[in-house]
Structures are given as structure tokens and as C-alpha cells.
């Protein structure tokens, strides 16, 4: 039986380098063109800001409820913890009792964390 040595070379990531250069070149020789190539009309209403198709109201600066963002951030935290259900899921034959008190542990967590949130009163809108 032929074992064959690979050495690791610099040599050996010249394909890739030179994928870099081309795909770098390309990005750049793109935009170059665009830029000396495009239209350049600048009218009052192009440099306007545009939001959506409606007119602007007020000032952008404007308090916002901390509320909103709150909600948002608790949605991410606890959709990104049901994710976690999906190995258990596709698993769960095989992980057997272990994996059952694991999950059971996790729930618990959740659980915890969530009555946590109810009792500061972190979803009620009202002030």
C-alpha cells in the first residue's frame, strides 16, 4: 500500500488567492464603471429623502417607547429558545431518560425566566 505525503504549500492556495483577486477586481472595475458611466443628474427632488413613498413628518429624533424594543428583544430571546427543541426532537429515542431530564431542565429555565418577565411587568403597555 502507497502512502502518499500531501505537504501543504504555499502553491497549493494559489487557486484561491487568485479567485480573490478576480472576485475583488470585479467588485472594483464594477463600480469604477458604474460611477464614470451612470447618470449624473442631481435635481431637488433625487437629493430629497425618501421614506417609503410617504412624506416627511416631523422630526426623525423623536422619544420612542422603550416598550417596542423590549417586546422585539424578548421575542428574538425566546423564539431563538424554542429552537433548541429541534435537535431534542429529532433525537429524543436516543438521548432517552438523559436527554429527557435535560430538556425537562431547559423547559424549567424557560419557565423561570418568562415568570421572571410577567412579574417585572415587562409585556403590560400600559404606564
Known amino acids: 500500500m502507497l502512502l ?6 504555499p502553491f497549493n492556495y494559489a487557486p484561491v488567492a487568485i479567485q480573490l483577486i478576480l472576485a475583488i477586481g470585479f467588485v472594483g472595475i464594477m463600480m469604477a464603471a458604474t460611477h464614470f458611466l451612470g447618470p449624473k443628474r442631481k435635481t431637488s427632488d433625487k437629493l430629497e429623502n ?3 413613498g410617504i412624506e416627511q413628518e416631523g422630526n426623525a429624533r423623536q422619544p420612542l417607547a422603550v416598550k417596542y424594543f423590549l417586546v422585539a428583544i424578548l421575542f428574538v430571546l425566546f423564539d431563538v429558545e424554542v429552537i433548541f427543541f429541534y435537535p431534542y426532537a429529532i433525537n429524543f429515542r436516543e438521548l432517552g431518560w438523559n436527554g429527557f431530564i435535560a ?3 431547559f423547559v424549567g429555565f424557560f419557565i423561570v425566566g418568562f415568570t ?3 412579574k417585572k411587568g415587562a409585556l403590560q403597555w400600559e404606564d
Open 4 to 9: 502518499l505525503e500531501i505537504q501543504n504549500t
Open 50 to 52: 425618501f421614506e417609503c
Open 103 to 105: 430538556v425537562a431542565m
Open 116 to 118: 421572571y418577565i410577567i
